[in-house]
Nanobody
Framework: QVQLVESGGGLVQAGDSLRLSCAASGRTVSTYAMGWFRQVPGKERGFVAGISKSGGEPNSGDSVEGRFTISKDDAKNTMDRQMNSLKPSDTAVYYC????????????????????WGQGTQVTVSS
């Protein structure tokens, strides 16, 4: 069992950068394949980026066009995401997730593949 808590969201202007963090408690982040998703009202939760249990194989979804990077920090027990060149279309609630069982290099891009979720953090990008 792992508990996930996101932080770092807020209100920024278009073109700004933001760093989100997902803190894990109960288990270490190296135990899980993890991912970031985002959701806006009335739409399904969409994949943003994922990272394997080993910390390699980072995978960013098409929606972020290479503007976002994902990493794990074993010392802090967090999964972090750097978001650059933010656009108003990036406005959403961002969730981190962890998958209970996976191989070392597995990355999942669908919500149903994940077993644990944080409560979400709001990111608002103004034009």
């Amino acid at each position: 069992q792992v508990q996930l808590v996101e932080s770092g969201g807020g209100l920024v202007q278009a073109g700004d950068s933001l760093r989100l963090s997902c803190a894990a408690s109960g288990r270490t982040v190296s135990t899980y394949a993890m991912g970031w998703f985002r959701q806006v009202p009335g739409k399904e939760r969409g994949f943003v980026a994922g990272i394997s249990k080993s910390g390699g194989e980072p995978n960013s979804g098409d929606s972020v066009e290479g503007r976002f990077t994902i990493s794990k920090d074993d010392a802090k027990n967090t999964m972090d995401r750097q978001m650059n060149s933010l656009k108003p279309s990036d406005t959403a609630v961002y969730y981190c997730a962890a998958r209970k069982y996976s191989t070392e290099n597995y990355v999942a891009a669908i919500p149903n593949a994940y077993d644990y979720w944080g409560q979400g953090t709001q990111v608002t990008v103004s034009s």
